[in-house]
């Protein structure tokens, strides 16, 4: 794919690569945020590991090494897109799963402190609430809202001597701010707090480099903006922390070697120590072809066309006037793919649904306020969208508001 789209320009790159999206053709389907369109060559690189494994067998010698083989090209197809080594790369189920395996790596003092945001996903706050009576640690929270210089502050307000780890959305699932994360981490190391950045909205929204954002673990997932199969996820963990932190889980795959008199185990030497039981591998040939995909595409190309929908969006939406309520941030420094609003006394739950019956168009409702239950609608604006998409998208929301 790389090779065919080199002389191509962005804007022919965008469509030669939305025509492998059938549902992206089909729809409008601005739901990347929730779980984005499916390649034709994702679903692919699944058939054929598919394919090999019922032609050959699944415990054939050749097929067994051929798979264990694919699975360490596909983690340094991850360490290179988020720029780490593959040692410093395990993999998971899930975003959830993988929190959980983190703040069980460490020791807690009764009373010791984790840091999020009011703008959280579930799936990042209830590990840490199901923690809290086993390890007896306590979660807090800072507000999200506001500019960049605000967030900071808020944040940083929140860290006390009592604060171990902080776990914040590089990109907020909620209305679509990606975090001003160098300057955070930087706060936090100070501090000697260990932070971990959940990237589920961040991967193929935003580029994502984890040395310079100097956090501790990154977490990502590819069914997102990376538009590959839920199910299978990757953590990053800062190197020099591998032989510090506690091995939580056990089972066959974390070691090299073991001793039933003694019950010694001797763990793999990196990242690798943190996975046990078997592996679905078509699902990590998924996850490399995702990444090259937007390898080929390029992420400096994704975000400005992102940016530039946003834009285009934010506009379209003010010219509806005071009945629709923005929820992405003004500052355009903390801009990506998400655009999130609000209707005041429309139920966004009914929105969502006739979109779809009436428009063929995917959009998303969220609670955007954690407190209130407060809901507000989603618009997912991935590469593959189109102006006229968002035109639409105006129309019917301008139709729901006359009447």
Known sequence: IKEEMESLSPEERFEWCRKQMPAAEKYIYMNSGGCGPMPVPVWKSMEDVFERMVSEGQVNVEIHGWLKELLEEVRKSVADFIHAEPEEIFFVRCIAEGLNTIVRMFDWEPEERVLISDQENPASILPFYAAEPILK??????????????????????????????VVSHVFHTNGTVIPAACMCR?????NVITVLDGAQAAGNVPIDVKELGCDFYLLSCHKWLCGPEGIGAVYIRKDLIPNVKVPFGGVGMQRDFDVESHRISYMPDARRFEYGGRHIPMYAAFRECIRLADAIGMEHITNRTR????YCRRCMEKLGSSVEILSPEDERLWTAIFALRIPGRDHREIVRRAWEEERMIIQWRTVDLKTKEEGLRISLNWFIREQDIDRLAAFLKKVIEE
Request: glycine content about 8%; hydrophobic content about 35%.
């Open 308 to 311: 530039h929908l946003h834009g």
């Open 187 to 191: 706060q936090a190391a100070e501090k």
């Open 137 to 166: 640690l306590h979660t807090d929270m800072f507000s999200g809202i506001g500019n960049q210089e605000q967030i900071v502050e808020q944040f940083s307000e929140k860290l006390t001597s009592k604060t171990k780890m902080a």
